[in-house]
């Protein structure tokens, strides 16, 4: 009787593991990954091909990165930085650039979960938003671990190579203007590099005292919503 036992044991517990072994090999199949998006300072554009006018509430360009959230992106905030700007500013800021996404689509992008002291740059099961330093010529650099088409973390560090504002100061980053943008990426949206798409958000270069960018064009909302739907 205990053979018989023991065998029907034995049975079920070599069922349950080859019941797993589709899962195990899936997962071997897709490993973490990281992308790394860097925002870099204007470079020269032909101005004849830059539209004179503010069209991006009529152009509907924008690329998909080919990766998402495929839940809500909880984040934290280092308030820490060198400018003079108040840690309740700083979040006030930042947050209204998510929610910038968040009010185009019924879906719940992002959630803000508070101040850290974490820093942005690593795999560390926190996707936070800090400053840091990186290497000159880019603004601000947003990282991207996924596997397959699912993000699992994201971080954005913002270059301290920089000095930064809340007002759009001349001579300074602003940070709502670039945050914003940044959040393109965490949505899923990749940057734009024809000077045909100068006006949108998800352009791929920025600029000094720049605020254009802390509202969404037509382009930017199509992307959100071909992601996350309306």
């Known amino acids: 009787m205990r ?3 023991s065998l029907v044991l034995l049975t079920v517990i070599l069922l349950a593991f080859v019941s797993v072994l589709p899962l195990l090999a899936s997962a071997k199949e897709e490993p973490v990954q990281l992308m790394i998006i860097e925002w870099r300072e204007h470079q020269q554009v032909t101005v004849n091909a ?3 006018a503010d069209n991006s509430m009529s152009n509907p360009d924008y690329a998909l990165l080919g990766v998402h959230w495929y839940t809500t992106a909880n984040y934290w905030i280092n308030t820490k930085n060198n400018y003079g700007l108040s840690a309740p500013s700083v979040v006030t800021t930042i947050t209204t650039s ?4 968040d009010s185009q689509t019924s879906a719940t992008v992002f959630s803000y979960q508070g101040t850290t002291g974490r820093s942005a740059g690593k795999y560390d099961g926190y996707n936070v938003v800090a400053w840091g330093g990186y290497q000159a010529g880019a603004i601000a650099v947003t990282y991207i671990w996924y596997s397959g088409d699912r993000i699992l973390e994201t971080d954005t560090r913002m270059n301290i190579v920089y000095k930064w504002s809340l007002s759009g100061a001349a001579g300074k980053m602003d940070v709502q203007n670039i945050m914003t943008h940044e959040f393109g990426h965490w ?3 990749a940057d ?3 000077d045909a798409d100068y006006w949108l958000t998800m352009y791929g270069y920025a600029g000094y005292g720049e605020t254009y960018k802390q509202t969404l064009g037509h ?7 071909a992601v996350y739907g309306t």
């Open 3 to 5: 053979r018989i036992q």
């Open 50 to 52: 830059i539209p004179l």
């Open 98 to 101: 998510a929610g910038t996404w």
């Open 187 to 189: 949505v899923g949206l």
């Open 192 to 194: 734009l590099y024809s």
């Open 219 to 225: 382009g930017d909302i199509l992307g959100l919503q």
